[in-house]
């Protein structure tokens, strides 16, 4: 009974917005070029910035370069001019990042 106490111990704040993210950059694929990639683009840097802040709780701070990039490349305030097969690789890429910090990060349960 002990392996399930120490799981139940640790929470992953992480999970749920890097699950979104990534379902969101899988059908951002089919949206690049269209007027729907600037929500993407919206919705995948914000989501970025909160996984950032997960990870600066969890004081897993080598996070912070990764979600901090991802958030300035798919910013859509000032977008940088991406096109072609690389940003098509980019979508997944950054979604398999945000699957591997949600399960990553991780932080001590408090007890209230």
């Known amino acids: 009974m ?3 106490s120490d799981a139940s111990a640790y929470q992953r704040n992480a999970l749920l917005p890097g ?4 379902a969101i950059l899988m059908l951002a694929a089919a949206l690049v070029g269209t007027a729907w990639f ?5 919705l995948v840097a914000i989501l970025a910035l909160i996984v950032t802040w997960f ?3 969890a004081r897993q701070w080598w996070w912070l370069p ?3 990039a991802i958030a300035v490349l798919w910013n859509p305030v000032l977008p940088l001019p991406f096109s072609g097969l690389i940003w098509m690789i980019a979508q997944p890429l950054a979604a398999t990042v945000f699957l591997v910090a949600g399960a990553l990060i991780r932080q001590r349960r408090t007890r209230p």
Do not use: K
């Open 66 to 68: 990764v979600f901090i």
């Open 55 to 57: 990870a600066v709780q």
């Open 19 to 22: 699950l979104i993210a990534a």
């Open 38 to 42: 600037t929500i993407v683009q919206f």
């Open 2 to 4: 002990r392996a399930s």
